[in-house]
């Protein structure tokens, strides 16, 4: 394998691993606050319908994104005022949410634009476009280092640099700020945060809504940046891998960012079957390709994973001490 060839599979990769950060992300600030959710493939699926629909019709990418992580966030405060305010389960709050993102998305998007459920086709103007990065065409010529900068650091959407810099951003807010102090205490040892005079309640709508909107990025960026337009079931299974990457990561920023990239590099490889074939001198069933992401979610979580504890207070509705 080629060193260009390799770039174009590490550039899939980042790509294809985008999506799948953000939701990790948003997972991590709402399980952090002892609120398991689910319903990560639903928001995002939910977002990326709308924001499609919305870029179409208004021509604007950004509001798009707007619009999708508005979806994004209905349904998280729906996923609140189920498990937080009348102290449902959260996981069954979560499928419900998928469930209703699966029907809904598809039932609106006929009703609206009577395509078999799909949003047209999006044009310039509706999409994210690739951002060349000061210097990049200049440095490209230089060996090694000019073609990693030109072609794999530059050329992403804006959405894909927003990603990479929530790693950085989530890790601070959660261990360098008072906010992330007691969001993390709220799903360690509630009742000692609310013997503080701070509102558990509110922390952890806080949480959710954060995965909101991390969950609306990531759907919107499926339709409007990775592809050009809406269609049924697009985020297939993404929310479950970012969930399986989250819990690889033992509920860590950097850590999720590493267990993104590793998933993106598998779903990078089932676009590139030329590569493995290559490496192995063998021929790979595209089936294979297919499933691989899946298998390795198995693989990891029963067997390499060790022992993943994840916050005390995860899954359990807080009732006030009278």
């Known amino acids: 394998m080629d060193f260009g060839t390799l770039l174009q599979v590490l550039d899939s990769t980042v790509r294809l691993a985008t999506p799948l950060l953000l939701a990790c992300l948003?997972?991590?600030f709402s399980e952090r606050a002892g609120i398991f959710d689910i319903g990560l493939e639903g928001k995002m699926l939910a977002a990326a319908m709308l924001s499609a629909a919305m870029a179409f019709v208004t021509g604007s990418a950004w509001i798009g994104l707007l619009a999708g992580i508005g979806a994004s966030?209905?349904?998280?405060?729906v996923h609140g005022i189920a498990s937080i305010t009348f102290r449902g389960n959260q996981l069954i709050s979560g499928v419900a949410i998928n469930f209703l993102a699966a029907g809904l998305t598809v039932v609106v998007a006929q009703s609206w634009f009577s395509?078999?459920?799909?949003t047209p086709a999006l044009m310039s103007g509706g999409r994210f476009e690739p951002i060349t990065l000061p210097f990049a065409e200049a440095l490209s010529?230089?060996?090694i280092?000019?073609?990693l900068y030109a072609e794999l650091i530059s050329?992403?959407?804006?959405?894909?640099?927003?990603?990479?810099l929530a790693v950085p951003a989530t890790w601070w807010i959660l261990f360098r700020t008072r906010f992330g102090l007691r969001l993390r205490a709220v799903g360690e040892n509630p009742a000692a945060v609310d013997t503080a005079g701070i509102s558990v309640v509110g922390l952890r709508f806080a949480a959710v809504a954060i995965c909101g909107i991390l969950c609306g990025i990531a759907g919107a960026y499926l339709s409007t940046a990775l592809q050009a337009g809406f269609t049924k079931d697009m985020t297939a299974g993404r929310g479950f891998?970012?969930?399986?990457?989250?819990?690889?990561a033992k509920w860590r920023p950097w850590a999720a960012l590493g267990a993104c990239l590793l998933f993106g590099f598998l779903q990078a490889l089932e676009l590139r079957p030329d590569v493995i074939e290559a490496v192995l001198s063998v021929r790979v069933w595209p089936q294979l390709l297919v499933a691989l992401p899946y298998i390795a979610t198995v693989i990891i979580l029963a067997g390499f994973v060790g022992k993943a504890i994840p916050p005390r207070a995860g899954g359990e509705p807080y009732v006030k001490e009278r």
């Open 26 to 28: 948003a997972g991590l």
């Open 73 to 77: 966030m209905s349904l998280a405060a």
């Open 115 to 118: 395509q078999g459920g799909r």
């Open 141 to 143: 010529d230089i060996p």
């Open 145 to 147: 280092l000019g073609p």
């Open 155 to 164: 050329g992403h959407t804006i959405i894909v640099y927003i990603a990479l």
């Open 241 to 248: 891998i970012a969930l399986a990457a989250l819990i690889f």
